[in-house]
């Protein structure tokens, strides 16, 4: 190898891969890429000739290896699963000792800790790295959540922290993005270490469930103004824009605006109103209310989100459906800008809940799998760069800045307060929602999520009377300390106790 090396290597050049590439070179690194089809690297490379660190092509992939400075950093940018697997594969004959592979794939995170194990029997190393923000975020600063071993992490941190995002400090507010060739200066990076080995893709899958939750979220707010209040839906980007200028300011209202206030170019007619209402997804809504039921902590909220977009698919039933099943008529006879400032509460709140949600999660996970989190960090990360960046992310970092041991952003005094101050027009919107048949899957369950965790006491008495009558699976006593057992002898009269 010689001074003219790479600094850091990239396979996979779809978007996501070309315009890291591109945000790589963008910051005076030099970067070797390589793609399976070779004809589309060479594109790739002729089209970007200029660029300050400098693009290199490589058409064989033991070449690519070669031109890359040790110990080697190679990012993989192709589909999660398999494809990552028979990369990996590839390159590990070709790899010395100590160099490193960074996964920054939308990939499970066991599948990151197997594969952590696995290169790690063989002398190398792993970084599985959630990389968050679409192609824009991608091509002029993503946000960015590495996990890994410290030291692999020591290697790449020059490189991800130019590459990320960038905050103020003080305000969280994100700096304006970058024109290519001009990167962003100074600023909080949004990018840290996670911890170690799945960590980075856990925080990036439980993102993305909070994601699901947010969009839903603003989805049924629109409902409500749509069906119940009779708005257009220009009129209601407007009251998204206005939105966007207070608490509820984040990348999702802002494109919610756009979008409702766009028209089709073909019809004429609103945008919006000409899209099929079937909603698709990847699959990390899913992974992470499966592994919320795995670990047994309460995230109904994602649940629901993601139940919510497989209703959504099954339209011709729907359509079959709505011939047949009844239900009321919305109607809505108060004040119009009273009940939209109640939905904006509503989704406050539900956002709320759903992010408590969230973080609940990831504080069982790193019980689970021995890992240190952040959260304040990782709230910071998410505040520029990343698909759910809001005005709000600063608020989580102040709020773990107060207490690190934070059991629940409920319990924090800010969101104590915010919720406070709204819930009755949350617990408004909800109730005029069910009275006039308009679903809201993700505002109702964040209520009843909020209504639950505030009760000292619950329904699961009887439940767990039920479960000992049918199962003998025992119950605990309110009058004895909290871990003695016993079982009621049901079948029999008298019936007697018996402590387990």
């Not at 925080?203 to 069906?227: P, R, S, T």
């Not at 099943?325 to 108060?334: H, I, Q, Y």
């Not at 199962?471 to 309110?478: I, M, S």
Request: some cysteine; glycine content about 10%; overall charge negative.
């Amino acid at each position: 190898m010689s001074e003219e090396s790479s600094d850091i290597g990239l396979i996979g050049l779809a978007v996501m891969g070309q315009n890291l590439a591109l945000n790589i070179a963008d910051h005076g690194f030099k970067i070797s890429v390589y793609n399976r089809t070779t004809s589309k690297m060479e594109e790739f490379v002729a089209a970007n000739p200029d660029t300050p660190g400098g693009l290199v092509g490589q058409a064989a992939l033991e070449d690519f290896v070669n031109s890359l400075k040790g110990p080697r950093k190679i990012v993989i940018m192709v589909q999660a699963g398999g494809p990552t697997d028979a990369v990996i594969g590839g390159l590990i004959p070709l790899l010395d000792q100590g160099d490193i592979i960074i996964d920054g794939g939308n990939a499970k995170w066991t599948d990151t800790i197997r594969r952590e194990k696995e290169l790690s029997e063989k002398g190398l190393r792993f970084v599985g790295s959630g990389v968050s923000g679409g192609e824009e975020g991608a091509r002029f600063g993503p946000s960015m959540m590495p996990g890994g071993d410290p030291e692999s992490w020591e290697h790449l941190a020059p490189i991800w922290q130019a590459i990320a995002a960038k905050v103020d400090p003080d305000t969280g507010k994100p700096l304006e993005g970058a024109e290519p060739g001009k990167p962003v200066e100074g600023g909080f990076p949004c990018s840290a270490y996670i911890g170690p080995n799945g960590a980075g893709h856990y925080v990036k899958m439980v993102h993305n469930g909070i994601e699901y939750g947010d969009m839903q979220m603003i989805c049924e707010a629109y409902f409500l103004m749509k069906n119940l209040l009779g708005m257009e839906a220009s009129e209601i980007g407007k009251v998204f824009a206005e939105w966007n200028e207070g608490l509820l300011d984040s990348f999702l209202i802002e494109i919610t605006a756009d979008i409702l206030q766009e028209n089709d170019p073909v019809t004429g007619q609103a945008f919006v109103d000409i899209v099929l209402d079937t909603a698709g997804q990847k699959g990390t809504g899913k992974w992470t209310s499966v592994n919320a039921l795995d670990m047994g902590v309460p995230a109904p909220t994602v649940a629901e989100a993601v139940f919510a977009r497989c209703l959504s698919a099954v339209k011709e039933e729907r359509v079959a459906a709505s011939a047949i099943l009844t239900g009321p008529e919305a109607s809505f006879d108060g004040d119009q800008d009273e009940f939209i400032k109640a939905i904006h509460d509503a989704l406050y709140c539900s956002k709320i809940c759903s992010y408590a949600q969230g973080f609940q999660l990831m504080r069982e996970a790193q019980n689970e799998y021995n890992w240190t989190l952040n959260f304040g960090e990782i709230a910071q990360i998410w505040r520029g760069g990343c698909i759910i960046r809001a005005r709000f992310l600063q608020k989580i970092t102040e709020a773990y800045a107060r207490d690190a041991d934070l059991a629940n952003l409920l319990l924090d005094p800010y969101f104590l307060g915010e919720v406070n101050s709204s819930q009755s027009n949350w617990r408004k919107v909800v109730a005029a929602a069910s009275v006039n048949g308009i679903p809201i899957p993700t505002f109702a369950s964040a209520l009843s999520y909020y209504d639950g965790y505030r009760l000292a006491r619950l329904p699961a008495n009887l439940l767990q009377s039920q479960r000992d009558f049918f199962g003998a699976h025992t119950y605990e006593r309110t009058d004895e300390p909290r871990g003695k057992f016993y079982h009621l002898d049901w079948p029999k009269d008298p019936r007697p106790q018996y402590e387990i």
